[in-house]
């Protein structure tokens, strides 16, 4: 028997929710895991399963689903661009009959939901750093549209369930976060250098390397969601989430390369379309309303995700991306 809660993880398996789906459980909460499997496998959470309160569950969020839980994060979303254009159609129907689904079942169950949201939704930003009061601005017919117009929907579902039903909503804007259990081969910043540097390969820079980002340790990034969902009724958010520390592409790919020791060198490809140049999280929202900022430095966060991938790496473990889709 537990006295905790039973929390709804969407997307439980991922990255992100694997790693909140862990916490919970150290909170003493049940924790229901749901997913498609479609970017991540049950080997992010085959830890947890031995726990009688964990409980993996296979469902694709564009479908209804009927469960009693007490509290729901929704994360379930491809989130890098080597997935989320893989189907794009396919990545705006999960946001948004998703969001429909689990508002839905959120409604009915009167419980509180978060949305877990993107910085995607600012676009390439004309204001840096970016406030929540931002709108955006995002290309509507683009590549990356299908992810960021999808999240930018969903966002608008979950302010008019707030709106017409009264809902208690959560949303958070996350922006870059790295860390254990991300998918090597996702095509994202932090992993394609480590993976690079590990296997003694040249780390691949987009661009001049001069277009800046900020880093945020995914055990930084839970806490905040969990904070998020533990604030009264009246919050809602959105409320942006990340580490406002700015790196150069250059930069990171400089400590990665002094980290891992790698006989790899920095090679030059051209930068692909609607790439951000900046992107850099205004988190005063969060310190105020969740008294949260981030507190791992780039440096430890990277040796904690390096080992991680070496030991996959070495245990010859690596997910490929065809596995993750078929599986
Ligand atoms: N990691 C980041 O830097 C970041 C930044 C901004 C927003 N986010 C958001 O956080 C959430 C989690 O991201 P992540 O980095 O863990 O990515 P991830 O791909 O590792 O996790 C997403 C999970 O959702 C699952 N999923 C996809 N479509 C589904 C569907 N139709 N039904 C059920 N499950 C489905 C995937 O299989 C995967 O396990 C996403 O919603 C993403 O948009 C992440």
């Known amino acids: 028997m537990s006295n905790g809660r039973r929390v709804l993880v969407t ?11 862990e916490r919970l459980l ?37 479908f209804p689903l009927f469960v009693e839980v007490d509290e729901i994060f929704n994360l379930a979303c491809p ?8 189907d794009p159609t396919q ?11 689990m508002l839905g079942l959120a409604k009915r169950l009167r419980v509180k939901i978060l949305q877990a949201s993107t910085s995607e939704v600012y676009g390439d930003p004309n204001v840096h750093p970016q406030p929540e009061e931002y709108w955006g601005n995002v290309n509507p017919i683009g590549m990356r549209s299908c992810y960021d117009e999808g999240k930018r929907c969903a966002e608008t579902l979950f302010f008019d369930y707030r709106r017409q ?18 998918h090597p081969h996702d095509g994202r910043v932090v992993s394609n250098f480590i993976v690079q540097a590990l296997k003694d390969e040249n780390i691949t820079i ?30 809602t958010g959105p409320i942006n989430i990340g580490n406002p520390n700015e790196f150069t592409i250059r930069e990171l790919a400089e400590i990665v390369i002094e980290l891992t020791g790698t006989k790899g060198e920095i090679h030059f490809e051209p930068l692909p379309s609607d790439d951000p140049r900046q992107r850099q999280p205004d988190i005063a929202k969060a310190k105020e309303v969740l008294g ?25 473990a690596m997910p490929t991306l065809a596995s993750s889709r078929l599986r």
Request: with cysteine; charged share 20%; net charge neutral.
């Open 292 to 316: 949260w900022e981030p507190k791992t430095q780039l440096r430890d966060g990277l040796a904690k995700t390096i080992a991680y991938f070496d030991k996959l790496l070495s245990e010859n």
């Open 79 to 86: 989130a890098s661009p080597v997935h989320y254009q893989f």
């Open 11 to 21: 997307g439980g398996a991922g990255f992100l929710g694997s790693h909140l789906s």
């Open 91 to 101: 990545t705006t129907k999960t946001s948004v009959i998703g969001a429909i689904n």
């Open 26 to 62: 150290d909170r003493g909460h049940d924790v229901l895991c749901l997913d498609n499997f479609f970017s991540s496998s049950r080997h992010n959470v085959a830890h947890l399963l031995t726990n009688p309160r964990m409980e993996l569950m296979r469902h694709d969020v564009t």
């Open 165 to 182: 039903h009264n809902m208690p909503i959560k949303v958070v804007r996350i922006f870059n976060t790295y860390g254990p259990r991300m």
């Open 206 to 235: 987009y661009g001049d390397g001069s277009q800046t980002r900020s880093f945020c340790y995914v055990d930084d990034l839970v806490e905040a969601m969990l904070r998020m969902m533990d604030t009264p009724g009246d919050v």
